[in-house]
């Protein structure tokens, strides 16, 4: 009974012990960068803590790159299939007759996207909603996991 309890504990904080195992695996990942700090002058400190801030700094610009990049797309994305009339394939994606005869009975590309969005996009706001949610879900675990990892580094 009492593993099962844990069992139970572990399942409704699964999260939280996921966040602590990696922010410790990374501790101990840093943990010989950190050792070769000590006993150094100000200025060698001083080198390696602006080496990370960059290394952090750049992996950020580079997340906020590819997520303009991914946003800028599915923008392009949505705007094609709201205007497109008909379905248009590739040679190679044509396919077989009953593909093809599968197409022709399928609305156009514009109408689908009318009846998925509404009348007014108010389908698209949920989407957006729960993508926001998720990237600052992974964007607040990536904060803790760091500072927990700073945190085991310092003891």
């Known amino acids: 009974m009492t593993t099962l309890l844990a069992l139970v504990v572990l399942w409704q904080f699964r999260i939280v012990v996921v966040y602590v195992l990696i922010s410790l695996t990374l501790a101990a990942a840093l943990r010989p960068l950190v ?14 803590i602006l080496l990370y801030l960059v290394t952090l700094g750049s992996f950020g610009f580079l997340l906020f790159l590819t997520g303009e990049t991914a946003i800028n797309e599915i923008q392009q994305l949505a705007h094609t299939v709201s205007v497109q009339d008909a379905w248009r394939l590739p040679i190679w994606l044509e396919g077989s007759s009953f593909q093809q005869a599968l197409v022709a009975w399928l609305p156009p590309p514009s109408k689908l996207f009318e009846a998925v969005t509404g009348d007014q996009g108010q389908l698209v706001l949920p989407a957006i909603l729960g993508f926001t949610q998720g990237i600052g879900g992974v964007v607040s675990g990536v904060l803790v996991i760091l500072f927990l990892s700073l945190y085991w580094s310092i003891n």
Do not use: E, I, S
Request: glycine share 14%.
């Open 35 to 48: 050792n070769r700090l000590d006993g150094r002058g100000f200025v060698v400190r001083a080198a390696w």
